[in-house]
């Protein structure tokens, strides 16, 4: 069956660009949206943005500005990067097939020096 | 930016039933925004239970259903189970293609 996998180095620097990879196995991500969602450790999720498979994109307005969400339907993969991270955006990273019917099982990103 | 609020945390007995509710800051929540109702248990991915408002999924058990209820998304749940103690969210979307989840709501079955 179709599996989502988030990869990703688990701690970045502050002022750092935060990446992560959103590996679809079992399947094709083309014909489908695919999100990234966060959650602060205790905290609710948030939702950061989503892409189609054509590479069209919508971004949360309040990351909009440090997010870029891109894919590569050759490698079966959607990526996440995140700029000028700080404390404030460590938590555990979501990919999520559209209509969120299928999720990875989450990477924790921790902000750190 | 649309703020979309839950009850913090609810109660249920077990066998019981509770009502979930998920309002939006804009206005009354219609179809239109296409609910969805998300599960949560902790070191867990959340799951769908509702979409579009009503619709459920293969796995969503029956004891759960969605609706619209007094100008909110409501996520009702008939004949609690212990393991449905959860956090449950909610999402919706707007027109302009915002996408916002709710707050969270901590259902405790006791």
């Known amino acids: 069956q179709v599996q989502l996998q988030e990869s990703g180095p688990g701690l970045v620097e502050p002022s750092e660009t935060l990446s992560l990879i959103c590996t679809v196995s079992g399947g094709s991500i083309s014909r489908y949206y695919w999100n990234w969602i966060r959650q602060p450790p205790g905290k609710g999720l948030e939702w950061i943005g989503y892409i189609y498979y054509s590479g069209i994109t919508n971004y949360n307005p309040s990351l909009k500005s440090r997010v870029t969400i891109s894919v590569d339907t050759s490698k079966n993969q959607f990526s996440l990067k995140m700029t000028s991270v700080t404390a404030a955006d460590t938590a555990v990273y979501f990919c999520?097939?559209?209509?969120?019917?299928?999720w990875g099982r989450g990477t924790l990103v921790a902000v750190s020096s | 930016q649309a703020v979309v609020t839950q009850e913090p945390s609810l109660t249920v007995s077990p066998g019981g039933t509770v009502t979930l509710t998920c309002g939006s800051s804009t206005g009354p929540v219609t179809s239109s925004h296409y609910p969805y109702w998300f599960q949560q248990k902790p070191g867990q991915a959340p799951r769908t239970l509702i979409f579009d408002t009503d619709n459920k999924h293969s796995w969503t058990p029956a004891r759960f259903s969605g609706s619209l209820l007094g100008g909110k998304a409501a996520l009702t749940l008939s004949g609690a189970q212990p393991e449905d103690e959860a956090e449950y969210y909610c999402?919706?979307?707007?027109?302009?293609?915002?996408?916002?989840f709710g707050g969270g709501t901590k259902l405790t079955v006791l």
């Open positions: 999520a097939r559209h209509p969120f019917d299928l």
């Open positions: 999402l919706l979307s707007y027109s302009d293609a915002r996408v916002v």
